[in-house]
């Protein structure tokens, strides 16, 4: 049964770098909002009227000063700052989002043993 999961995750990653994806919206464990763009995932740090202001997901671990700013509707506008202390990962988008696919199907099907 895992190594089924784990073919399907490969897939889907590959499939997914082949489309060249470079943005993603994810939840975390948390089912907090997660933006991935080119590989780098970012979390909410506040919200205007106008734009999402996001920060890296690295910002305690590493000290990172990576921020994102897109519009209400995810739409990318800049960035801001370096993410010197840490690498990029071009298959975290994918592999969040068979997570979340993953979750999403185990909770809609859960059968009583």
């Not at 990576?66 to 840490?86: A, S």
């Not at 975290?92 to 909770?107: C, F, Q, T």
Request: hydrophobic share 30%.
């Amino acid at each position: 049964m895992f190594k089924d999961h784990y073919i399907r995750a490969v897939t889907i990653v590959t499939q997914c770098i082949k489309k060249n994806m470079s943005v993603t919206v994810s939840t975390t464990s948390k089912n907090a909002p997660l933006l991935i763009h080119e590989g780098l995932p970012y979390i909410i740090d506040r919200r205007t009227d106008k734009k999402i202001l996001w920060k890296c997901e690295h910002a305690k671990k590493f000290k990172c000063h990576g921020r994102l700013h897109t519009d209400l509707n995810n739409v990318f506008i800049k960035t801001v700052g370096d993410h010197e202390n840490h690498t990029r990962d071009p298959r975290a988008g994918p592999i969040r989002e068979y997570y979340d696919r993953l979750r999403k199907e185990s909770e809609q099907n859960q059968t009583i043993p």
